[in-house]
């Protein structure tokens, strides 16, 4: 199994973000998925991770040969769809999770996830918290396999994602797999 190793991402690394991004656009399209292929999604997606990147909230799982692939955010919670009675301070939220397809059958997202956990867990927060996109059952039932309850879907006119879920953050869903590195260089500010 390839090594792989969590870091921050950089600025230097945005070319890397667009070609995994674009990488996913294409195999969704193949798969019949109709998600993130609207004019503009691109230009906001670039200009979303440079913002992110700035805060020290975007993160690149990279090869042995510093090949990126994988990348996930640790967003701020989302108001759209996390409200004040779900305490959105004690998780930490999953966004722009994409990996390669060249990692195929390295389970990268499922150990991506498992390494949000112990952030989450080295923060004291109990949970790890995402949305999806309300159209793309797949992504939803894949969640559900890697130990997310669905919360809710809340429906804004000016969203397409929506579909809310949950797991507790001391899930470990591969923990037979290596680990991809010490969240300890994870910001608090990231929270």
């Known amino acids: 199994m390839k090594s792989l190793a969590v870091r921050h991402a950089s600025t230097k690394d945005a070319p890397a973000l667009m070609k995994l991004r674009i990488e996913a656009e294409e195999w969704l399209a193949r798969a019949g998925i109709d998600q993130w292929r609207s004019p503009g999604f691109r230009d906001r997606a670039l200009a979303k991770w440079h913002e992110d990147i700035a805060a020290d ?6 090869d042995d040969r510093q090949e990126v692939l994988g990348t996930v955010t640790l967003a701020r919670p989302d108001i759209d769809f996390w409200k004040p009675s779900d305490a959105p301070e004690s998780a930490v939220y999953v966004a722009k999770l994409i990996t390669s397809r060249q990692a195929v059958g390295l389970h990268l997202g499922g150990r991506i996830l ?5 952030v989450a867990r080295e923060r004291n927060k109990p ?6 996109w309300r159209t793309n059952v797949k992504l939803q039932r894949y969640y559900l396999d890697e130990g997310f309850e669905h919360v809710r879907t809340e429906a804004p006119e000016h969203r397409l994602s929506g579909w809310m879920a949950q797991r507790p953050a001391t899930v470990t869903a591969h923990g037979d797999l290596p680990p991809l590195g010490s969240p300890s260089d994870a910001p608090e500010s990231a929270s």
């Open 57 to 62: 909230r975007t993160w690149v799982v990279e």
């Open 114 to 118: 498992d390494w949000v956990g112990s």
């Open 127 to 132: 949970w790890v918290r995402l949305d999806c």
